[in-house]
């Protein structure tokens, strides 16, 4: 570990507790990084704005985004307080950041009432098998709009 990762580390870890500390939520910050320079850093604001998306690393992602004027992170790396949930983990992959640093476990996490372990059983299980009632319709049409984006995409 470079004393450049410890710092960026220490600043997630930090946001998390003084997140804990302000009651303004859980314990959990995130740091993104270019080329050894922050691009964003903040914490979780689930409980403070009612937004379950609102975790560190998705609130991390957009700032960062909004900063650089992309959805493409490439070239970054994340830090995070805690081993990242499922859902911060898929934006993490969609955002296309190079490298994910964490520090707690979700089983750390999971100790502490932040138990994500029902997703990874809902993600690994057909639709029809999760707790969520869900139920395919209108799938043809729903293809239309697929079919412009292509078009969209030839012409461009």
């Not at 959990?28 to 975790?55: C, E, K, L, W, Y």
């Not at 950041?97 to 009432?113: C, H, L, R, V």
């Amino acid at each position: 570990m470079t004393s450049k990762q410890r710092e960026f580390m220490m600043l997630a870890i930090k946001l998390a507790e003084e997140n804990v500390n302000s009651g303004k939520g859980s314990p959990f910050g995130s740091v993104i990084v270019r080329n050894n320079q922050i691009i964003a850093a903040t914490a979780n604001t689930v409980t403070a704005t009612n937004d379950p998306t609102a975790h560190a690393e998705i609130a991390a992602i957009r700032i960062a985004c909004e900063k650089l004027k992309t959805s493409n992170l490439e070239g970054c790396e994340i830090y995070a307080s805690c081993e990242p949930c499922p859902m911060c983990l898929g934006a993490i992959y969609w955002a296309k950041i190079d490298k994910i640093y964490y520090a707690a476990t979700k089983e750390d996490a999971a100790q502490s009432g932040f138990d994500d372990s029902f997703l990874y059983h809902a993600i690994s299980t057909t639709p029809e098998q999760r707790a969520v009632k869900t139920e395919h319709i209108m799938h043809r049409e729903a293809l239309s709009a697929f079919r412009m984006w292509q078009e969209k995409c030839i012409k461009e």
